[in-house]
């Protein structure tokens, strides 16, 4: 369940504000190959599991910006902005890929609010969020969203 603002004025008030965690995912070849076709890449370490079989992770692995991407599926598991006229996301600074994601890991992305300001019309807000991978002392991913709400 989603962490709630009545509207985009109470993210002002939440920064330090942890967002909780999203639902597991796991991550499956389909999943993979499709991001592959969707993007032109299809490096061996993604889409051919004979190879990555005998290389580094001993199976394929996500791309990591397929990792990133899932940030804006886990985003409004997290949080939940009520009173808006619309939410766009603004943006991300410093992502990182602190480690790969092997196919049939189940990944979930957690946040917390770093900052809120403002804008013309709304606030915007910085979410740090965190996709941790099921039983993995390290991350997936680490990456500020940022994203604008209007009221």
């Known amino acids: 369940m989603p962490t709630e603002f009545n509207n985009p004025a109470a993210l002002l008030e ?3 504000k942890s967002l909780g ?6 991550i499956d070849q389909e999943r993979i190959n499709q991001f592959a076709d969707a993007t032109g890449d299809h490096q061996w370490i993604h889409v051919d599991p004979e190879k990555a079989a005998a290389g580094p992770y001993g199976k ?4 990591g910006y397929l990792t990133l991407s899932l940030a804006n599926l886990f985003l409004p598991q997290i949080m939940q902005v009520n009173n808006t006229s619309m939410g766009v996301n603004y943006g991300c600074e410093k992502v990182r890929f602190p480690a790969a994601v092997p196919v ?18 709304g606030v915007q807000v910085v979410v740090r969020m ?22």
């Open 14 to 16: 939440a920064v330090g």
């Open 60 to 63: 394929t692995i996500a791309h």
């Open 130 to 151: 965190t996709i941790e991978i099921e039983g993995s002392e390290r991350p997936a991913c680490v990456i500020d969203t940022i994203s604008r709400f209007f009221a």
């Open 21 to 26: 965690h999203s639902d597991w995912l796991e």
């Open 104 to 121: 049939g890991s189940r990944i979930r992305g957690s946040g917390e609010v770093v900052s809120a300001q403002e804008v013309k019309g």
